[in-house]
């Protein structure tokens, strides 16, 4: 079973900045993709960011919704089997449950997806 723990949610005002982390743990071998998703009220959850492994140490391509391109930055952390999303800049339409999901190899030959059990970031004055 591998679990992850989402941190780093809350309160920001537009023009600030806010840092969400995901950690994964139990038995993991290695880790394939990383992202983050989120979901508004009333709408369907939609993709905000994805970094790929690049390798076995390092981090490797990354993809962002048109939305938050130039603006959020996900980064990866192999050793500590930790995900990062830097918020800058974040807009009111950035409200929403932010939800952190990795493509994890348990075994040699088993990938599971895994999703954090969400956190709420709201954007406003």
């Known amino acids: 079973q591998v679990q992850l723990v989402e941190s780093g949610g809350g309160l920001v005002q537009p023009g600030g900045s806010l840092r969400l982390s995901c950690a994964a743990s139990?038995?993991?071998?290695?880790?394939?993709?990383m992202g983050w998703y989120r979901q508004a009220p009333g709408k369907q959850r939609e993709l905000v960011a994805t970094?790929?492994?690049?390798?076995?140490?390092?981090?490797?391509?990354?993809n962002y919704a048109d939305s938050v391109k130039g603006r959020f930055t996900i980064s990866r952390d192999n050793a500590k089997n930790t995900v990062y999303l830097q918020m800058s800049s974040p807009k009111p339409e950035d409200t929403a449950v932010y939800y952190c999901?990795?493509?994890?190899?348990?075994?040699?030959?088993?990938?599971?997806?895994?999703w954090g059990k969400g956190t709420l970031v709201t954007v406003s004055s």
């Open positions: 970094i790929t492994s690049g390798g076995i140490t390092s981090g490797g391509s990354t």
């Open positions: 139990g038995s993991i071998f290695s880790i394939s993709t």
């Open positions: 999901n990795m493509v994890v190899r348990t075994t040699t030959v088993r990938l599971v997806d895994y």
